[in-house]
């Protein structure tokens, strides 16, 4: 697996790569440097290009004229040796685990907020960051992918149909669209009677539906914006959660990938400096993506996420080849054996998506440091240790 480290790869920002100084020191992850002061001092920017295909043979992107920022190439992370040192070669300890960076301390148990709470609020909008920080949530998943200008945004799918009052890709966006979005009157909130059976002030539960039809209340979430990354991480930094930032994996073409992983990890060194202690993890089912992220900021703690069904044999391949910390598998089809052997080599494991309680201390009993919830205002409690 290669990555480019061409400057004329990144988004036109001015912004020039970071270089992490500082590193990981702690086997204990709450404990850990986060991330680095980066080297550079400039602000993320917004590059003013469309993100139109390049076509097969082409490696510029077309309607600019700026050229590439100056600066050294990103600094490449650590793949081990390409080959074998002589004296493993031949023997048993060739093809030995080098496990990852930072082990996962066993007892870690972390409960992370799935697109904020989301069974509370419209998914990944401020709104449901703010109400899993209301729940004591302390650390937040969000799905991240790239507009035509820059822009980082946080959605989940790859259209805006289901989760907004508009309809159709977002790719062709740019960020003066954004405030014309409603990403919250689509969700309506649940009955009074919260899943704990009791109601908001601890009442009987509320009547039977009355048999006359009641026209439908706006959402107490209409208005609510399409945030971008920029926004999220402020609203987070600020309330002192910790952030999964899931990189999708993104449908707009190759310069789209690169300002993607760009645009978020010039956000993250913002962050960084920002909010220091607040720690950051970055996702990804797409290997590609995760492979550049960790090329472009090499401290950046990172998790491979795997969808049902292929947590496949070959899992340790991509986990030491990436780098990554963690492995992020469904739930659906999850064995204990091979939770086991993943944590029997210190990576993480981080559960998604688990909203029933009993599965999810079924899961941290197996060893799981980590579950993905819709609904952190029940099982936020289940959390010890750090992630
Ligand atoms: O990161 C865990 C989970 O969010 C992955 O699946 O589809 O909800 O992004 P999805
Ligand atoms: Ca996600």
Known sequence: MTTSTDPADRPAT?????????????????????????????????????AAPTGPASSGRPGTSQQPPAGPPPARHPHGPARPPRSAAGSPAAFAPTGPSAPVPPGTRTVLAHRGASALAPENTLAAYRLAADHGARWVELDVDVISDGTIIVIHDSRLDRTTNRTGPYYGLTAADLPTIDAGSWFHAPAASTATGRTAAGQAPPAPVPLTPVPASPSPFAGEPLPTLAQALELLGARGVGVNVELKSCQAGATACRWLVDGVAELLDAHARAFPGCEVLVSSFNPVLLDRMGARRPLTRRALLVERGLLLDDWRSYAEILGVEAVNPADAGLERGRVEEIRSLGYGVNVWTVNSRRRAEELFEWGVTGVFTDRVHELGDLERGAC
């Open 14 to 50: 001015g912004a020039s790569p970071a270089t992490p100084a500082a590193s990981a020191t702690s086997a204990t992850p709450a404990a850990r440097t986060v991330l680095a002061p980066p080297a550079t001092s400039a602000p993320p920017a917004t590059p003013a290009v469309p």
